[in-house]
């Protein structure tokens, strides 16, 4: 946890609380504990997850795997090939 200076409390009171890292550059907004509680809430869901967002779940997971390779095709295939002969 970081103790604020009496001047980081200051910015925290405009209407933007703004911070810069000054070797990053990045910048952060700074919310108090109680708002960001309650944009947590909007923003994560530990629900149960619907059957769509398990769709595409599996379908990214088997695209980022190779399972859209052309090669699979053959896999795809191989009890009906083997049941053939091939």
């Given at each position: 946890?970081?103790?604020?200076?009496?001047?980081?409390?200051?910015?925290?009171?405009?209407?933007?609380?703004?911070?810069?890292?000054?070797?990053?550059?990045?910048?952060?907004?700074?919310?108090?504990?109680?708002?960001?509680?309650?944009?947590?809430?909007?923003?994560?869901?530990?629900?149960?997850?619907?059957?769509?967002?398990?769709?595409?779940v599996?379908?990214?997971?088997?695209?980022?795997n190779?399972?859209?390779?052309?090669?699979?095709?053959?896999?795809?295939?191989?009890?009906?090939?083997?049941?053939?002969?091939?």
């Open positions: 946890m970081i103790e604020l200076t009496e001047e980081q409390r200051q910015e925290l009171s405009k209407t933007e609380p703004v911070a810069i890292d000054p070797i990053t550059k990045e910048t952060y907004v700074l919310v108090r504990k109680n708002v960001y509680d309650r944009i947590k809430g909007l923003l994560y869901d530990d629900g149960e997850w619907t059957d769509d967002e398990l769709r595409l599996l379908a990214r997971s088997a695209e980022e190779g399972w859209n390779e052309p090669a699979m095709d053959d896999y795809d295939q191989y009890d009906a090939n083997r049941a053939v002969g091939r």
